[in-house]
């Protein structure tokens, strides 16, 4: 738990009683933007989620205040939060494992993310918001609160086409790619936001050991965005490698796509590979960066083709 260990646990055991360190659980990632710990307590098993950017904090707390009950008991629920450095939360510990760490037959992979898309449904329909972004820990906007959905998604391409160009990271037709797909923004017009999990995979569902979807976790990049958005950010990529899987995933979502939804997609589809392109090259994570190439590469294609008969 680094120097802030000692701090951290007398919080704890002044907001929950007695605890007890049982492991660190805590993910590599670049940057350090987290870490976690299993604690046992008197009210039970429950984590000790850290973070070092205060903006992911807010996403998080606010998350599971104002969102996580949608999933019922598929969700951790929120216990204590610390709002002095070292920022921190408690939540409860869910039953299960974590899907990326497991091998399961195809089958049965399918059978879990059909029922990750059963309970992503709810989330979506459980509110409705008045602009797009992330939020406060208290729920206000945490940036400039933009209403339009239109608007937002452009402003999105904008920003990290800014971000790609400043460090030269992203190649001509990498940029003609955006730029064909700014144009289909338009199909986001009246769309309205709702909470979106933005982190919505494998590496943050559980299940449990007959290998039954169970729960999800993490609620760090959580906010108000259009519903497409839990649709498109997959860092494993199976929309290219397991479209299987994606498929029954929209299968217990319960809808299938309009042309416009269609137009929808690919845009968000091209907004996350752009995303990890650039910060993969800002925080040399190279091996992400090369998969968002990958993925705008073969996106060039649709890009073209619905572009040219929208």
């Not at 969700?75 to 299960?96: F, H, Q």
């Not at 602009?131 to 608007?151: I, K, L, N, S, W």
């Amino acid at each position: 738990m680094q120097t802030d260990e000692t701090e951290l646990l007398a919080w704890c055991a002044r907001v929950l009683g007695p605890v007890e360190v049982l492991s660190d659980q805590s993910r590599e990632h670049p940057g350090d933007r987290t870490g976690a710990h299993r604690l046992r307590t008197d009210a039970g098993l429950c984590y000790l989620k850290t973070h070092n950017d205060p903006a992911h904090w807010h996403n998080e707390v606010h998350g599971y205040r104002a969102w996580a009950s949608a999933f019922g008991q598929s969700a951790p629920r929120l216990l204590a939060v610390r709002d002095e450095a070292p920022l921190a939360l408690v939540v409860t510990a869910l039953p299960g494992q974590i899907l990326d760490e497991l091998e399961l037959p195809a089958a049965q992979e399918r059978a879990v993310w059909r029922q990750a898309g059963a309970a992503l449904a709810v989330l979506h329909k459980s509110a409705t918001g008045t602009f797009f972004g992330p939020c406060q820990q208290d729920g206000t906007p945490a940036g400039p609160a933009v209403a339009d959905a239109e608007e937002y998604i452009r402003t999105e391409l904008d920003v990290w086409l800014g971000r790609g160009e400043a460090i030269d990271c992203l190649t001509p037709d990498e940029v003609a790619v955006v730029a064909a797909v700014r144009g289909l923004a338009a199909a986001f017009a009246g769309e309205l936001p709702v909470p979106c999990h933005r982190d919505y995979g494998p590496a943050n569902w559980l299940v449990t050991e007959e290998g039954v979807w169970s729960g999800v976790i993490d609620f760090e990049f959580s906010q108000w965005d259009v519903w497409m958005a839990d649709f498109t950010r997959y860092p494993n990529w199976e929309w290219i490698d397991r479209p299987d899987l994606i498929e029954a995933f929209h299968t217990g979502y319960g809808r299938a796509f309009t042309p416009a939804e269609e137009s929808q997609r690919l845009v968000c589809h091209v907004l996350y590979a752009l995303a990890a392109v650039v910060w993969g090259q800002e925080n040399d994570y190279f091996g992400f960066a090369a998969e968002g190439r990958r993925a705008l590469a073969l996106l060039a294609n649709q890009t073209t083709r619905r572009t040219e008969y929208r």
